[in-house]
């Protein structure tokens, strides 16, 4: 079991920047792979970024077309918090942000997501 707590938000104005925030804890896992998405009233969540297996050993992050550029994943230290920094933010950017955590087994990333609580982001013009 994880447990995946997010942080951060509010309102910006376009152009402006925010970063989210995830903190994945639990004694199942000492490591995690993690997703962020986004979601609008009536509509599926959409993936914008997400860590999947590369190799035995290495993961890459995978961006959508929308936010290639503008939108980073990072990680804390402790390797247990991560971040999206999102910069150039439009005002379609606005929408519920979720963060997913997944543990890590031996052969690599684990399929089951365990969702934060979501946080909104909303961007005028």
């Known amino acids: 079991v994880i447990d995946v707590v997010q942080s951060g938000g509010g309102s910006v104005q376009a152009g402006g920047s925010l970063t989210l925030s995830c903190k994945a804890s639990?004694?199942?896992?000492?490591?995690?792979?993690l997703g962020w998405y986004r979601q609008v009233p009536g509509k599926a969540r959409d993936l914008l970024a997400r860590e999947e297996d590369a190799g035995r050993t290495t993961r890459r992050t995978t961006y959508a077309d929308s936010v290639k550029g503008r939108f980073t994943v990072s990680r804390d230290n402790n390797k247990n918090t991560f971040h999206l920094q999102m910069n150039n933010l439009k005002p379609e950017d606005s929408a519920m942000y979720y963060c997913e955590a997944r543990g890590v087994w031996p052969w690599g990333c684990d399929a089951f997501q365990y969702w934060g609580q979501g946080t909104q982001v909303t961007v005028s013009s």
């Open positions: 639990g004694n199942t896992y000492h490591s995690y792979c």
